[in-house]
């Protein structure tokens, strides 16, 4: 029996346009388009120990890094249905040097453009822990009716109109955000439909979780370091203790965390002090989902949605996470400067 009751992400998109009377449904069509891709993906996903599809595809992408036969599927499932729909004017991909503009009559006529890490945490496929999508759209600046250009990608943060990440894990969820709020939608497989399961995601302003690669902790600045000691030693007093958690899949610590609270941290280090992140295509849109759903997201000293990005693969140091666990993280980063 299918309970009625939950709405499907395609009834729920339709349902959302109802409130705005004046709006052309594109943002939804795009959104659904997106899902199409996710379950696409999910399903190879799924199969993977059984199909040659584990394992290195034998390149490297722009970042040198190894390149996952999964990572060239996912890519390829999403640039194949943006480019086959008509809600999108071209894509940005972590996977790809520049940009892809899809210059045909109906394309020039979209409104967005969309960025994606098509495969985050592809280092844990061969060892089946969870991984996922991440997206997000932007409005575009240059003038419809014309191929959209480099500068349509490279707004900042603040400027997207949706944001959202998929994860194929024990279950395959997608969440996505707008300015009007978080929602989350589990892959059921009886029908083959994102129904939603998590309405009005809010993120707990406080937490006990903190992520953050505990291998590297020597090459971060003292004031994370600091905070990171603080974390060990939490007891009931302090409001303790904390668990770390790091799974290495920055789409299932980030999830986590949104929905139980706690914060995750990728810092600079002494050699990297960009961090390793993507500010377009990972750090931009976790931090617009999460602050929409009442938490905080800076690179250490502004936040991150404010930054005004220079290149494609542009990297930062990203800490994200429940208000009252980044205020007190911001504390130890401000002494340090002082």
């Given at each position: 029996?299918?309970?009625?009751n ?54 490297t ?5 190894e ?10 499932q999403?640039?194949g ?112 439909e994102f ?16 992520s ?49 609270g ?6 600079g ?32 000293e ?37």
């Amino acid at each position: 029996m299918i309970n009625r009751n939950i709405l499907t992400l395609d009834e729920f998109t339709l349902q959302q346009l109802r409130n705005f009377p004046k709006a052309t449904g594109e943002l939804s069509r795009l959104l659904r388009e997106i899902g199409l891709a996710a379950k696409r993906v999910n399903v190879e996903v799924n199969k993977a120990g059984l199909v040659d599809i584990l394992g290195d595809e034998g390149t490297t992408n722009v970042q040198g890094e190894e390149v996952k036969k999964l990572d060239v599927f996912a890519n390829n499932q999403l640039i194949g249905v943006l480019k086959h729909g008509i809600s999108c004017a071209g894509i940005g991909s972590e996977e790809l040097d520049d940009i892809e503009i899809f210059d045909d009559e109906l394309s020039n006529q979209s409104k967005y453009v969309c960025l994606f890490d098509p495969l985050d945490g592809s280092s844990n496929i061969d060892v089946n822990v969870s991984i996922g999508t991440i997206f997000s759209i932007y409005r575009r600046v240059s003038p419809l009716g014309t191929p959209c250009t480099k500068e349509d990608f490279l707004q900042p943060g603040r400027k997207q109109v949706a944001a959202g990440y998929i994860v194929y894990g024990s279950s395959t969820m997608l969440v996505y955000a707008t300015r009007r709020g978080v929602n989350g939608f589990t892959l059921d497989p009886q029908i083959g439909e994102f129904s939603l399961s998590h309405a009005n995601i809010q993120c707990p302003k406080d937490g006990k979780i903190y992520s953050v690669n505990h291998g590297n902790f020597f090459l971060y600045n003292s004031g994370v370091k600091k905070y990171i000691d603080a974390c060990q030693k939490k007891t009931k007093e302090t409001g303790g203790p904390y668990t770390q958690r790091y799974i290495g899949s920055m789409v299932s610590d980030v999830h986590r965390n949104l929905i139980k609270g706690g914060i995750f941290m990728y810092p600079g280090t002494t050699d990297k002090p960009n961090g390793k992140l993507r500010l377009l295509y990972e750090c931009n849109p976790f931090a617009f989902i999460v602050e929409v759903a009442g938490g905080k997201a800076t690179n250490g000293e502004q936040r991150i949605l404010d930054i005004e990005p220079t290149e494609l693969h542009q990297r930062c140091p990203f800490f994200i996470g429940s208000e009252n666990m980044m205020a007190e993280l911001e504390s130890y980063l401000e002494k340090e400067k002082s």
